[in-house]
């Protein structure tokens, strides 16, 4: 049985206007528990290679 775990960051910047949606970012990291922390701690908000996912009405 695969344990599996999510990670989510909400960040709101109050740059959004009132009738736009938000951004939705994706990003996937799999491997042993050790490796994943390792690369959590070595990274950024900033520096991780997030993929835009398109959201359009009514996502």
Do not use: C, W
């Not at 960040?11 to 491997?31: M, N, Q, R, S």
């Not at 994943?36 to 996912?53: C, D, E, R, T, V």
């Amino acid at each position: 049985m695969l344990n599996r775990t999510t990670v989510n960051f909400l960040i709101k910047t109050g740059k959004k206007k009132p009738e736009g949606l938000a951004g939705v970012y994706h990003f996937d990291l799999y491997g042993e528990r050790s490796k994943k922390y390792k690369f959590l701690f070595n990274q950024s908000i900033q520096s991780i290679p997030f993929n835009h996912l398109p959201n359009t009405t009514p996502m």
